[in-house]
């Protein structure tokens, strides 16, 4: 079934539903993207449609008009790469795509708070938004938070890191993926990173929050990796080819080891 048709009338964006919309899901499922029909335009369509763009060399703007759908059917269709790097990189969950749309964010230079991290805060309401007033309070888990919610999924709903271990709806995985959440203990605390690959040095290498005061990817020693691996259970898990630091894809860095996550 072509998409063409179904936005001729104009473009599906945030907050659309129907069955153009599902139709739009399937062929976002089809090359790659952890959707199922739904039928809402919601976060995780928003952030797969985006993602999408970017890599078709599409403007980015979330909305599915005439280029996206005319795009989307060649991609699901096998006529065109649907993106413009190596195929595995497609099945990048959506939670760790929308935290790496946020690398470079940072906190506010000395008593200025950064406005997107407290409103990250306000986004997530209960407890985090109740706590969380300043950006010079930890704010990995925060982000992690917000990455999920970003998607439609729920996280832990706290600030601590650690609680990334088992105290939220995941499951535990047998080893390390690209994206699972893999808390560790830090002096004074923990600290939560996504899993991106494995460096050319051995190193696991992790997106996060409040790594030097921002996000970024970073390389970890797999010696701090002993909290476990963790996925959350309402999305299927990752086929076992995928799991295991052999597998994990190589993200080049300095070899410096992600030290300051306070």
């Known amino acids: 079934m072509s998409l063409a048709p179904l936005v001729a009338a104009g473009p599906l964006r945030f907050g659309a539903s129907g069955d153009a919309v ?7 499922r089809q090359i790659g993207y952890s959707l199922t029909g739904t039928g809402w335009f919601g976060p995780a369509t928003d952030t797969a449609v985006e993602t999408f763009q970017k890599r078709a060399g599409l403007v980015v703007d979330g909305e599915v008009g005439p280029k996206t759908a005319v795009a989307l059917d060649l991609a699901a269709a096998g006529k065109a790469q649907a993106v413009g790097a190596p195929a595995q990189e497609i099945s990048r969950p959506l939670w760790l795509e929308a935290g790496i749309k946020l690398i ?3 906190e506010g230079a000395g008593a200025k708070d950064n406005p997107s991290i407290i409103q990250w ?3 997530e309401g209960g ?3 109740a706590e969380y007033t300043h950006d010079s309070i930890p704010w990995c888990a925060l982000f992690a938070n917000h990455c999920l919610t970003k998607v439609g999924l729920k996280g832990t709903g706290t600030l601590w890191a650690l609680d990334f271990a088992g105290h939220w709806p995941a499951v535990k995985l047998a080893g390390p993926a ?5 808390p560790m203990k830090r002096t004074g605390g923990g600290h939560i990173m996504m899993i991106v690959g494995r460096d050319q040095h051995g190193n696991v290498m ?3 929050g409040n790594q030097s005061d921002a996000v970024n990817i970073e390389p970890f020693a797999v010696s701090r990796l002993n909290q476990g691996f963790w996925w959350p259970s309402s999305v299927p898990m990752p086929p076992a080819s995928q799991i295991g630091i052999g597998h994990l894809p190589i993200v080049q860095s300095n070899g410096k080891l992600s030290t300051n996550e306070a």
Do not use: S
């Open 206 to 208: 992790g997106l996060g």
């Open 121 to 123: 805060a306000k986004d």
């Open 22 to 28: 599902r139709q739009i899901q399937l062929a976002l």
């Open 127 to 129: 407890d985090i938004a």
């Open 104 to 106: 470079g964010t940072k």
């Open 178 to 182: 690209v994206g699972a959440f893999a």
